[in-house]
T-cell receptor, first 114, second 112 residues
Framework: DGGITQSPKYLFRKEGQNVTLSCEQN?????MYWYRQDPGQGLRLIYY???????QKGDIAEGYSVSREKKESFPLTVTSAQKNPTAFYLC?????????????FGSGTQLSVL | GEDVEQSLFLSVREGDSSVINCTYT??????LYWYKQEPGAGLQLLTY?????DMKQDQRLTVLLNKKDKHLSLRIADTQTGDSAIYFC????????????FGQGTELSVKP
């Protein structure tokens, strides 16, 4: 079945540690996105990539980094510079420019600080 | 920039209708979307409406769009306990396809 897989489901970060969240899709989508979800604040865009080897900052990119070396993969690194990383992280993908922009979402990763 | 606003909570009785409201600021959006999120899961596209339409009906779901007031609503008829979830209004951002601005989400609680 086609879809987006995020791993791990739960992740714990120690002070000063970088952690990487995985996102893989087999939908052959060109564009991929990382959103952060905090209670009562909706989803905020961290980074997005519309093509391999290219990505752009979203609204809240500080303290995060990404790479897009393969079409299927868009990992997100939460660096030690992100002082408030506890949140639910959602990865999404789509192929833009086809009218209705249907985003497909993964099941999310809950990141907590130890 | 684009701003999308929703109320945070709605509680209804099973069998009643639910109406979830959304306001937005950018009038150039072509499609407007409703997504549903069940607990601990990602979002799923529930329905959408093209900006030149006033209403779209899809089984128990009715979407109403008032472009003058920049107001979007989602009505769920005969609400069931399985409809309990968070509902997000989403509007395209700028002219870069695929980027959406989401509202804060309305948590719908359906009581038996």
């Amino acid at each position: 079945d086609g879809g987006i897989t995020q791993s791990p489901k739960y992740l714990f970060r120690k002070e000063g540690q970088n952690v990487t969240l995985s996102c893989e899709q087999n939908l052959n989508h060109d564009a991929m996105y990382w959103y952060r979800q905090d209670p009562g604040q909706g989803l905020r865009l961290i980074y997005y990539s519309q093509i391999v080897n290219d990505f752009q900052k979203g609204d809240i990119a500080e303290g995060y980094s990404v790479s897009r070396e393969k079409k299927e993969s868009f990992p997100l690194t939460v660096t030690s510079a992100q002082k408030n990383p506890t949140a639910f992280y959602l990865c999404a993908s789509t192929t833009p420019g086809q009218g209705v922009e249907k985003l497909f979402f993964g099941s999310g990763t809950q990141l907590s600080v130890l | 920039g684009e701003d999308v606003e929703q109320s945070l909570f709605l509680s209804v009785r099973e069998g009643d209708s639910s109406v979830i409201n959304c306001t937005y600021t950018d009038s150039s959006s072509t499609y407007l979307y409703w997504y549903k999120q069940e607990p601990g899961a990602g979002l799923q596209l529930l329905t959408y409406i093209f900006s030149n339409m006033d209403m779209k009906q899809d089984q128990r779901l009715t979407v109403l769009l008032n472009k003058k007031d920049k107001h979007l609503s989602l009505r769920i008829a005969d609400t069931q306990t399985g409809d309990s979830a968070i509902y997000f209004c989403a509007v395209p951002w700028g002219n870069q396809g695929g980027k959406l601005i989401f509202g804060q989400g309305t948590e719908l609680s359906v009581k038996p």
